[in-house]
């Protein structure tokens, strides 16, 4: 079983994307670390090419990841590969040379300047899909920065756009545009992301899966006690980080991962491959875009295309585990 998904454009690609934060390498707002370590450029593009054999069409990367660094690898990695979707997104800024972070950027002249930059380091002459990055940002805000995109999209320099948002008013307020085709949106096993969800399946648009296995942890490889280095964005104490502080698994999730795992694992499935049967399990709009820094990552997520989505009696026991009153409550 291979799972598919129909794109805007007419183009179906295997149901998952690569997700290419990580691979920015390291960036900072002042001394907290905002990328997940050190990377080395030939094993993300060594990764890449992976992928490509495996059937993968479709990388999502961002302005700032790295001050650039992702975009300008993916671009070496992809280059002349006209089969590809490439989406980024733009708004949040960081300096290509301190790899630190600066004041977002919402006026519309200033962001056209941001996507030719794009444009320059992805090495295409088009970005299929470029999305708003800053999901807060106010409804009457936004509005001029997609009449930019919507612009950019009549001179052939984006295919089509999006927001990056977890704010279902935001993700509804565009989607009647033509051009506006997705919402690029938190979801996984522990964040179901019902309502934006539905807003998505409402209005016919593709569901983008950002942290897809929790930043790391329905990988299974995280054991508690065990602290990640503070040149990883998972070693501070953000308070929008639910599944790590200070380096560490928050332990109610690791107890709710302990509830499900052999149901994640069922049929042969590694626990990465389990979580992102759930998200295919959960709707047909759904596109995970899972991270990767090594080739035997893009091999493991790649393999859940083979498994399928999860079936819809495992679904429904792993919901009736995670919302079962823990032994510790008790």
């Known amino acids: ?31 907290v670390a905002l990328g997940w370590g050190e990377v080395d450029d030939n094993e993300s593009i060594a990764a890449i090419h992976r992928a490509l054999d495996l059937g993968v069409r479709f990388f999502d990367t961002a302005s700032n990841y790295g001050g650039g660094r992702s975009e300008e690898v993916l671009g070496r990695a992809l ?9 980024t997104k733009f708004g949040h800024v960081v300096d290509p040379v301190t790899k630190q972070a ?6 519309p002249d200033k962001l056209e300047a941001i996507v030719h ?7 295409r002459e088009r970005i299929d899909l470029m999305q708003l990055h800053l999901s807060a940002l106010p409804i009457d805000t936004a509005g001029p920065i ?12 984006v295919g089509a756009y999006g927001w990056s948002t977890d704010f279902p008013d ?16 938190a979801m996984n096993v522990f964040n179901p992301a019902t309502d934006i969800l539905s807003v998505v399946e409402q209005k016919g648009l593709l569901s983008i899966n950002r942290s897809p296995l929790a930043m790391g942890l329905l990988s299974g490889k995280f054991k508690s006690g065990e602290a990640l280095p503070k040149n990883d964005i998972r ?14 698994i928050v332990p109610s999730y690791a107890r709710r991962l302990e509830r499900i795992r052999d149901l994640l694992s069922s049929d042969g499935r590694t626990l990465t491959q389990g979580a992102l049967g759930w998200l295919w399990g959960r709707s047909n709009r759904t596109l995970p875009i899972p991270g990767f820094r090594t080739v035997a990552q893009v091999e493991e997520n790649v393999g859940a295309l083979e498994k399928g989505p999860l079936p819809p009696e495992v679904i429904s026991e792993i919901e009736r585990m995670l919302n079962k009153e823990p032994e510790e409550a008790r």
């Open 1 to 31: 079983m291979t799972v598919n998904r129909t794109l805007w454009n007419g183009q179906t690609i295997p149901a998952l994307g690569l997700g290419c934060w990580a691979i920015g390498g390291p960036f900072f707002a002042g001394d």
């Open 79 to 87: 280059e002349g590969r006209n089969d590809v979707l490439v989406a």
């Open 102 to 107: 600066l004041a977002d950027e919402t006026a």
């Open 117 to 123: 930059t794009s444009l320059r380091r992805l090495r």
């Open 146 to 157: 997609f009449d930019l995109l919507e612009r950019l999209r009549a001179k052939g320099m």
């Open 170 to 185: 935001r993700a509804a307020a565009f989607a009647n545009r033509e051009g506006f085709v997705a919402i690029q949106h």
């Open 235 to 248: 070693g501070h104490n953000l308070p929008w980080l639910d599944f790590f502080k200070d380096g560490q």
